[in-house]
């Protein structure tokens, strides 16, 4: 048998490395894909007041939605962090439905009951955010009702990038938010034991490829500042998913910004503490409800 020729091989080096680094990426993104988890339980099985609802988003996809009608206080629109659902979120929508607000839940795209599309983002999970706010001033009567955002996590982060872009927006309220999505990624490779020169750089660099936006355009850092509204930071103590010096750092960040940032007990998802500040969290809402329903002449 005779050697192949030196050529031959240096020919097939750029195939074989653009192979590798194609199934680099499809493992890379199928790591980072958030899990569905489905609904386990309909309104009337949980004794919830209320109608599921169907959202048109972005890409021709429809979004599953919950509205849950109160007594006329305004609407809080909420937004669940990667990987949950909008029952989820009941825990907190149920105290503000009995204070008289309307709770508008829905499932991001990928999540819950929702069209499938082909990645789910921060800046995707704002379009979905702004698609339930468009159905909602849609509604009769709501076209200038007061409308406060509240978020979760990923949520949390993205009701500050939405309200960065509106004029509409009465309040925001972002609980377990982190700083920079930089440093989530950061805290990500770091779990997975992944250096992160060269390779955390650069799978950094291609996230953002594939989402369209840098990180710095889109972190709450970057768009706190430029909400017009007042908005109430929530963090627990305890967090080990994003540390309280983010929400130190995201609280210094808020520039003119009417920000108030309240550290409690307890981890990231403070379900089992948010109970206790549901009084002054319904404060910072009726504050902000009178603030912005226009008073007679």
Known sequence: MTAEPAWLWWGLLPAGLALLLHLFHRRLRVSLAAPRVPIACSLDEHGVAGEKVTIPTRRGRRLA????????????????????NRELMLPLARP?????????????????????????????????TEAALAWLRA?????????????????AAVVLLAASRRDDIAAVVSLSAFAHPDGMMRRWL????????????YVLRYVEHVIGHRFDTIAPVTTLPRVRCPV??????????IPPS????????RGNTPAELRLLPGD????????????????????IRVEATPQPS
Do not use: C, Y
């Open 96 to 128: 503000l439905q009995a204070a008289g607000w309307n709770v508008l839940l829905f499932d991001a795209r990928n999540h819950g009951e929702s069209d499938a599309d082909s990645f789910s983002s921060m800046p995707r999970f704002a379009e979905d």
């Open 65 to 84: 939605g919950w509205w849950l009608p109160g007594q006329g206080r305004g609407t809080v629109v909420i937004t669940h962090g990667w990987g949950a």
């Open 190 to 201: 770091a779990g997975k034991r992944l250096p992160f020169v060269p390779l955390g750089w």
């Open 268 to 287: 990231h998802d403070l379900s089992r503490h948010i109970d206790a500040e549901m009084p002054e969290l319904l404060a910072f809402l009726e504050r």
């Open 139 to 155: 509604r009769p009567g709501m076209a200038d009702a007061p409308v406060a955002l509240l978020g979760h996590s990923v949520g």
């Open 232 to 241: 109430l930071l929530v963090h627990g103590r305890d967090d080990t998913v």
């Open 246 to 253: 983010d929400a130190e750092r995201l609280h210094a960040s």
